[in-house]
T-cell receptor, first 112, second 112 residues
Framework: AQSVAQPEDQVNVAEGNPLTVKCTYS??????LFWYVQYPNRGLQFLLK??????LVKGSYGFEAEFNKSQTSFHLKKPSALVSDSALYFC??????????FGAGTTVTVRA | DAGITQSPRHKVTETGTPVTLRCHQT?????MYWYRQDPGHGLRLIHY???????DKGEVSDGYSVSRSKTEDFLLTLESATSSQTSVYFC???????????FGPGTRLLVL
């Protein structure tokens, strides 16, 4: 069975500073990895995914993620955080039956 | 939100009563999913469907049943609601070339 771990419940950064949200995964085959963001009282919005190819994946709103097979990690990054990036972020891994397993989520707070 | 609506958006019910949540999609996506979101647990899969009348259990299916009689509708039923089923419920579909899951706006359910 596949699983993901998000080791940080909360990440706090100042606006303009780099933002990193960590994710590690466990799968038996090739990983299909996703990042989603959730704003208050909203559904989840897709940010980016890794299926195959380049280890650096670019997504929506200036976010990117780096896939590292040896460390089984898929960390989400943004070079310069905005106050509007404050939200709940979820990492997820998909199995061959198209089911997603989610991490517990990381709350990001960007202070002005 | 990829044409996904959920109804009702909010519901308060009493322990022991049956409750049905509806998910409706306009994208003709084959796969549909029901998740629940609880603090500290991320999203957990309840049931999913891979076609009309084709459904399967997720990791937290006890106390829930689903039906899919049409491609566009996926119903989640709490057969006899309990307080532990107080949660936010999200529907999702899988489709498009990116094989990405898209989420509805959610239903907040309070079981008293």
């Amino acid at each position: 069975a596949q699983s993901v771990a998000q080791p940080e419940d909360q990440v706090n950064v100042a606006e303009g500073n780099p933002l990193t949200v960590k994710c590690t995964y466990s799968v038996s085959g090739n990983p299909y990895l996703f990042w989603y963001v959730q704003y208050p009282n909203r559904g989840l919005q897709f940010l980016l995914k890794y299926i195959t190819g380049d280890n650096l994946v670019k997504g929506s709103y200036g976010f990117e993620a780096e896939f590292n097979k040896s460390q089984t990690s898929f960390h989400l990054k943004k070079p310069s955080a905005l106050v509007s990036d404050s939200a709940l972020y979820f990492c997820a891994v998909r199995d061959n039956d198209y089911k997603l397993s989610f991490g517990a989520g990381t709350t990001v707070t960007v202070r002005a | 939100d990829a044409g996904i609506t959920q109804s009702p958006r909010h519901k308060v019910t009493e322990t022991g009563t049956p409750v049905t949540l509806r998910c409706h999609q306009t994208e003709n996506h084959r796969y549909m999913y029901w998740y629940r979101q609880d603090p500290g647990h991320g999203l957990r899969l309840i049931h999913y469907s891979y076609g009309v009348k084709d459904t399967d259990k997720g990791e937290v299916s006890d106390g829930y049943s689903v039906s899919r009689s049409k491609t566009e509708d996926f119903l989640l039923t709490l057969e006899s609601a309990t307080s532990s089923q107080t949660s936010v419920y999200f529907c999702a579909t899988l489709g498009g070339l990116q094989e990405t899951q898209y989420f509805g706006p959610g239903t907040r359910l309070l079981v008293l």
